[in-house]
């Protein structure tokens, strides 16, 4: 997280560097990111099947983001639910 913690900086990990690889552990982080943030990515092996699944990230948006994310998901609700009555 750019705004918590940095782990390696903590208690004794922040002593190891003999065998510490700055540039892999990014490598490794990114692909974490792009695996765990990529669509589908709350069902095993990305497969929703009933194709259910909303997510909405990230996890803490500013307060305004936040307020528009919500009237656009809103909306997209509502639409929904018209198409679904047939309306």
Do not use: W
């Amino acid at each position: 997280n750019s705004e918590g913690v940095d782990y390696l900086q903590c208690g004794d990990l922040a002593n190891i560097t003999e065998f510490f690889d700055e540039a892999k552990a990014k490598e490794y982080r990114d692909a974490a990111v792009e695996e765990l943030t990529a669509a589908g990515a709350t069902f095993p092996y990305g497969v929703d099947p009933q194709d259910s699944n909303i997510r909405i990230a990230p996890s803490l948006p500013p307060i305004h983001e936040l307020e528009q994310a919500i009237a656009i998901l809103c909306d997209c609700l509502r639409m929904a639910a018209l198409e679904k009555l047939g309306v």
